[in-house]
């Protein structure tokens, strides 16, 4: 099971819960079972089908350009994260 | 429409004849009339260098300097330092020491060096560092170009010798 | 929270490599001493005609009408624009700034203003004629009514109940949640990790101070510029100095809503970037002028247009508390974060964020981070963006706990420095990191043990962090009947970065760097590849020279195969030279089998696309020497020393021109630079004399430190190397401020008035 890590101000969500285990090979199915869990958290981070454009989301460390398709590994680490840049501010690429 | 001056003037070593409006500056002049393309504007005000050039004998901001100012006088551009034998030393030492990263100074900062060096053969860091501050650079901190200019009034003077 | 043995290596990456780590001239070396190099502004295509742009002189006002006609008689004048002019905007009109629009509305709004002006420089209308100094007389004869509003121009204020509100319809974003907060904060974010009150109960001494940063310019020394060819056969071609094409094209189609393949963007020399030249600014304008005239037209901004018309890097409003034991352990930190977005939301308080605590292992942390809007120019990224503020609050935090424990403060940080396995207050965990190696490099430099005599005189050190980035890159390569190749890429190449990505291919085929022909091409040519931003070319484009290198090697191994008729199996490439493992007799250079293509099956090409991770994140430290003259608090730098790890130094002399660069520019920072602003809103430094960066009688040598802790993600170990330099400096300087005469600054810039200030407070 991959953690993963809740945003401080998503926690509302989770019952105060930093961290929550979920099943998942790809970023996509763990956000899915996160919302099984905890209704609501997807319309947090997605928009369509894919993450919203100011949210990144790191596996295992690095933020990935793959954002939903990123695989999990059984014991990654996923945090979702403020995107830096993005749009047409960008001086990071991500 | 303003009227045009006829300006006849010597712009590396070669006569040239343009026509220009009185308001227009040499480094309009140079870049839009000429087509001499290698002074660059960068504030148009006379503070950062990036168009110097030489004007009888003495490196001038041409954006400071009227295009009608250019008659009769000897104008040296970045265009004219290399020669058909090859780059300048002073060129030759920026591209060996990596002193230039975006380039946009750095004619400006050649023509300022060739105008020490030829009439100083072998200034200390500091009358370096002075003679360069009215050109800007915002890439390398200064530190290369420095080296550099160091670099080719040594190579200058081996010529000589 | 370490769980690896930690051996710090600062002897540097051990293998050895051919062409990687030498000192060839760039090879567009040539053009750009002689003058010969094209940049943005000496494009000339037949017909040429030029722009100029009508801008706010109000802060903060509505618009109530503009005409224009005067201006449209002007004799010469060709045509005119204004927001009318680009889709979905009405003058005077609401704009939708609703969801899933917000961001698009917010590009056309910076572009040029339809219901409000926001900032004094926000471009208004645009005007081409064959002659520019008649458009720039055009522009006097357009009308604008303009209905005052007051406006707002510091966080603290903004974010206050009864501030002016820019942006009506903006409500508060919490990561992913629209709340119904409706005033001039656009995002707020938290990020939390073990427990905070626990922390600052573990220790003896804790520091908590408030810094106010000013608004700060990239400085670079070439304008803005746009050339723009709307084509009777409605392809659009740009010729503009940017960090991004890709991203141009991408905007400007976005802005005037028409397909991306209509648009074709040519990058030309471009002269300094630094981040303030990826965002969109007049090339829609252009764009719309040559539409409109049937013309190119050429829109090339004023120094005082590049310092109003532009995105600066925010001035900020920070807090941060940190608390250690007497033993010398961070036990808490808490960062407070309020950044200037400017005009429309987008500031790097999440990039600051991430590196505000990032050179230490600190078990409890809370940063909470606010991006605000404020009646000044949309920032833009500057230099490992939002690092620098954030860094400056807390290495001076950082120093004083070391002081208060009577801690060496190379040392302090040594023991709180962060390392492989442990979590950055963001709870992202570091990868192989080369902080402790950095910090080992300075305390080892002869710098730091010189003596430094005389009165107010001292030294000061600080670190700092960025995080780096990649992206999606792209590279073919050619090989030619002489042994030589051509390598295509599409990175705009701002500081030598044709060199250091045509190396990494060199070194993969055995050839000399001198061997590689380097062309940036343009959008039409190249697969999509991100901007010259986030220290990423020498990364990601160097990463697909390599595997595009891989490519032909293959290629050219089974074809050495087909000649030798034998398995590509046996063949193998070595320093240059194909071989067979089998037959010692069978050996052919690369240039003996590049002769031979054409008539041995054809052409050899390779080629490599993707998005490459395994980003190496970089830390850098300096040490500072200033002298601080007690009557005029001018500061003055005796001595700077700059240590980076670089993870593989391709060229050095350009890893060194980066970290010598980037040092400077946070000299300029830390002790003069700022935007000044009336109480109006009106920015009355716009020009080099008074926005008075670094010139060289300013500064001593910079030395430098290359450290090499290989990046495991790259094939040769490189780290992004462009950015972090710029981020330890103010810090360090107000470090060594302290140092040499007691005091300590909160505020950047710590300008001479700034530092009588202080030691007057200190009287």
């Keep these: 099971m991959a953690t993963v890590f809740i945003p401080a101000l998503m926690q509302n969500l989770t019952g105060s819960r930093q961290t929550v285990e979920v099943e998942g090979s790809t970023v996509r199915q763990i956000v899915e079972n996160l919302d099984k869990a905890y209704p609501g958290i997807k319309d947090r981070l997605v928009e369509g089908n894919r993450l919203k454009s100011n949210i990144s989301v790191a596996v295992d460390g690095e933020v990935t350009p793959l954002g939903m398709l990123e695989r999990v590994g059984e014991s990654s680490e996923v945090h979702f994260l403020p995107a830096i840049g993005g749009g047409s501010c960008a001086g990071v690429p991500y | ?161 | 929270m370490t769980t690896t043995e930690y051996e710090p290596n600062i002897v540097l990456s051990t293998t050895e490599y051919d062409v990687v780590g030498t000192r060839p001239i760039r090879p567009d070396g040539a053009d750009k001493v002689t003058g010969r190099a094209l940049y943005g502004a000496d494009v000339n295509p037949t017909g040429l005609i030029h722009g100029k742009i009508l801008r706010s002189p109000h802060a903060h006002a509505r618009i109530k009408s503009i005409d224009t006609s005067k201006a449209e008689a002007h004799p010469g004048v060709l045509a005119v624009v204004t927001a009318e002019d680009l889709p979905g905007t009405k003058l005077g009109g609401t704009v939708d700034y609703g969801e899933g629009k917000q961001d698009l509305a917010y590009l056309r709004g910076n572009v040029m203003a339809g219901d409000k002006v926001l900032y004094a420089g926000h471009a208004v209308a645009g005007v081409a004629a064959a002659n520019p100094h008649v458009a720039e007389e055009a522009l006097g004869l357009i009308e604008v009514e303009y209905e005052l509003l007051p406006p707002v121009l510091k966080a603290p204020d903004s974010m206050g109940g009864g501030a002016p509100v820019l942006l009506e319809h903006l409500r508060t974003e919490e990561l992913g949640e629209r709340t119904d907060r409706a005033g001039n904060i656009a995002t707020h974010f938290r990020h939390t990790l073990g427990d905070l009150e626990e922390g600052f109960k573990d220790a003896d001494v804790v520091v908590e101070r408030e810094f106010n940063t000013q608004t700060v310019h990239q400085g670079y020394i070439e304008p803005q510029n746009v050339t723009a060819l709307w084509n009777n056969d409605g392809r659009l071609h740009i010729w503009t100095s940017s960090q991004g094409p890709f991203e141009v094209r991408g905007a400007v189609a976005s802005a005037l809503d028409i397909p991306v393949s209509q648009v074709k963007v040519t990058p030309m020399e471009i002269g300094g970037g630094f981040g303030g030249k990826f965002p969109l600014y007049h090339d829609p304008i252009a764009a719309l002028l040559s539409k409109k005239s049937g013309h190119p037209v050429k829109i090339v901004m004023t120094r005082k247009e590049v310092f109003e018309g532009t995105g600066p890097t925010p001035g900020s409003n920070m807090k941060i508390k940190m608390g250690a034991t007497s033993n010398g352990k961070i036990t808490a930190a808490h960062a407070y974060l309020a950044f200037e977005a400017g005009a429309f939301p987008g500031s790097p308080v999440g990039a600051a964020a991430m590196c505000v605590f990032a050179p230490y292992d600190i078990s409890n942390a809370v940063i909470d981070g606010y991006d605000v809007l404020v009646n000044k120019p949309k920032s833009a990224a500057y230099r490992a963006p939002g690092a620098t503020q954030a860094a400056f609050a807390a290495e001076t935090v950082v120093d004083e706990l070391a002081g208060k424990l009577g801690i060496d403060p190379i040392e302090f940080r040594l023991m709180n420095a962060a390392k492989e396995g442990a979590r950055r207050a963001d709870g992202v965990v570091h990868p192989r990191i080369g902080l402790v190696e950095t910090l080992v490099a300075l305390r080892d430099h002869p710098h730091w043990k010189a003596p430094l005599e005389g009165p107010n005189r001292g030294r000061g050190v600080a670190v700092g962090y960025w995080v780096n980035g990649s992206g999606p890159s792209a590279c073919t390569i050619s090989v030619n009947a002489d042994g030589t190749i051509n390598l295509t890429e599409g990175s705009a190449d701002i500081g030598g970065t044709r060199a250091s990505v045509s190396m990494q291919a060199a070194e993969v085929l055995g050839i000399r760097a001198e061997d590689v022909r380097p062309t940036v091409t343009d959008t039409d040519n190249i697969g999509y590849t991100s901007g010259t931003g986030g220290s990423s070319v020498t990364f990601k484009t160097g990463r697909t020279a390599h595997d595009a290198a891989q490519n032909v090697k293959e290629q050219m191994i089974a074809r050495a195969a087909t000649i030798w008729e034998i398995s590509p199996d046996t063949v193998e490439l070595d320093k240059g030279v194909f071989h067979s493992r089998t037959d010692p007799e069978l050996k052919m250079t690369f240039s003996e089998l590049a002769e031979q293509l054409n008539d041995t099956g054809g052409p050899i090409m390779g080629r490599s696309a993707f998005s490459p991770t395994g980003v190496g994140a970089a830390y850098a430290g300096c040490i500072a020497d200033v002298e601080v003259d007690p009557d005029t608090g001018k500061v003055d730098v005796l001595r700077f020393t700059i240590a980076q790890d670089a993870g593989k130094a391709i060229h050095p002399s350009y890893v060194e021109g980066q970290m010598q660069g980037g040092a400077v520019q946070g000299i300029g920072w830390g002790l003069n630079e700022e935007y000044f602003y009336n109480t109006a809103g009106e920015l009355t430094n716009g020009s080099f004399l008074d926005y008075r960066m670094p010139t060289s009688l300013d500064l001593p040598m910079i030395d430098t430190v290359i450290v090499e802790v290989p990046n495991p993600g790259h094939p040769f170990g490189v780290r992004g190397v462009g950015e972090v330099n710029i981020v330890p400096p103010p810090p360090a300087l107000a470090n060594a401020i302290h140092a040499a005469v007691g005091v300590r600054m909160y505020q950047l810039p710590m300008n001479p008035a700034a530092v009588m200030e202080a030691l007057r407070q200190q009287k």
């Design chain 2, 1 to 161: 429409m303003p009227s045009k001056t006829h300006v006849q003037t010597t712009i590396n070593g070669e006569q040239v004849d343009f026509l220009c409006e009185p308001r227009q500056s040499l480094l309009e002049c140079l870049r839009d009339i000429v087509g001499l393309t290698g002074s660059k504007e960068g504030c148009n005000d006379g503070n950062c260098g990036a168009c110097t050039v030489m004007f009888d004998g003495r490196i001038v901001t041409s954006c400071l300097v009227l295009g009608v100012e250019a008659e009769g006088k000897e104008i040296t551009t970045i265009e004219g330092i290399a020669s058909p034998a090859g780059l300048h030393p002073i060129q030759q030492a920026f591209l060996e020491d990596a002193a230039l990263q975006c380039g946009i100074c750095t004619p400006g900062f050649i023509v300022a060096a060739k105008a020490l060096l030829d009439q100083e053969p072998d200034p200390s860091e500091q009358r370096i560092r002075g003679w360069l501050a009215n050109n800007l650079c915002r890439c390398t901190g200064y530190d290369k170009i420095v080296r550099a200019v160091q670099h080719a009034a040594t190579s200058m003077q081996e010529t000589r010798a």
